[in-house]
C-alpha cells in the first residue's frame, strides 16, 4: 500500500461546477500537506499549503485536511477551463529531511 | 527570468547509453532536489543537496549519480541506461530543507529505446 492515495481520475466536470479532488494517507506523522497543480508538459507548482486540521481558503480554492480521518481534499469553485490540470496531492513530516511524499495526481478537465 | 532551468528538455537515447542532465536555479535556495515522475505521474524524490551536501538519497540504483558543483547547480548522470528509465526527471529547489515551497523545473523527458 502505497503512503498516499489519490484517485488518478481522469475527473470531467462542466465549467462553473465545484470540484473535490482527495487524497488519504497512512503515515500519521504526516504533518504538513500541500497540493500542486501540474500543467501538462510543465513542472508542478504549488497551490495551497496547511499544517493543521481544518479549513484554509485561498480565492476559489478550499484545502481541508481531516487528521483524524489521514483525509485531505481540495475543492475548487466555479472551475474554469484553465483549471484542466493534473492536481498532485503531497504530504511531509516537519523534522528530520522534509521529504515530501506525493499522491499519484487527479487530472482534472473542466469543459467549457 | 527562468527560476529553475533543466538542459536538455528532451532526451531519446539508446539502452546502455550514459547521459546527463543538468539543472540550474537562480532562486538563491540553499537545496536542491532530483525527483522522478512515470508514466502514471507518481513522483517520486531522488536525491536532495542542501549547500552541496547530499541530505536524501532514496532507494535509487547506484547508476544514478548526483553530483552539485555549487548550490546553484545540480546534474544529475545516469549510467548504462535501462527501458526502465524512461521517466521524466525533475529538478526542484527550495530555500532550505524545512517544509518550504519547492520550485520545480519544466522537466526533462527521457526516453530509453
Known amino acids: 500500500q502505497k503512503e498516499v492515495e489519490q484517485d488518478p481520475g481522469p475527473l470531467s466536470v462542466p465549467e462553473g461546477a465545484i470540484v473535490s479532488l482527495n487524497c488519504t494517507y497512512s503515515n500519521s506523522a504526516f504533518q504538513y500537506f500541500m497540493w500542486y497543480r501540474q500543467y501538462s508538459r510543465k513542472g508542478p507548482e504549488l497551490l495551497m499549503y496547511t499544517y493543521s486540521s481544518g479549513n484554509k481558503e485561498d480565492g476559489r480554492f478550499t484545502a481541508q485536511v481531516d487528521k483524524s480521518s489521514k483525509y485531505i481534499s481540495l475543492f475548487i469553485r466555479d472551475s474554469q477551463p484553465s483549471d484542466s490540470a493534473t492536481y498532485l496531492c503531497?504530504?511531509?513530516?516537519?523534522?528530520?529531511?522534509?521529504?515530501?511524499?506525493f499522491g499519484t495526481g487527479t487530472r482534472l478537465k473542466v469543459l467549457a | 527570468d527562468t527560476a529553475v532551468s533543466q538542459t536538455p528538455k528532451y532526451l531519446v537515447t539508446q539502452m546502455g547509453n550514459d547521459k546527463s542532465i543538468k539543472c540550474e536555479q537562480n532562486?538563491?535556495?540553499?537545496?536542491m532536489y532530483w525527483y522522478k515522475q512515470d508514466s502514471k505521474k507518481f513522483l517520486k524524490i531522488m536525491f536532495s543537496?542542501?549547500?552541496?551536501?547530499?541530505?536524501i538519497n532514496e532507494t535509487v540504483p547506484n547508476r544514478f549519480s548526483p553530483k552539485s558543483p555549487d548550490k546553484a547547480h545540480l546534474n544529475l548522470h545516469i549510467n548504462s541506461l535501462e527501458l526502465g528509465d524512461s521517466a521524466v526527471y525533475f529538478c526542484?529547489?527550495?530555500?532550505?530543507?524545512?517544509?518550504?515551497?519547492?520550485?520545480f523545473g519544466p522537466g526533462t523527458r527521457l526516453t530509453v529505446l
Open positions: 526542484a529547489s527550495s530555500q532550505d530543507t524545512g517544509y518550504n515551497e519547492q520550485f
Open positions: 503531497a504530504m511531509s513530516v516537519i523534522s528530520g529531511t522534509y521529504k515530501y511524499i
Open positions: 532562486l538563491g535556495h540553499d537545496t
Open positions: 543537496y542542501n549547500n552541496k551536501e547530499l541530505i
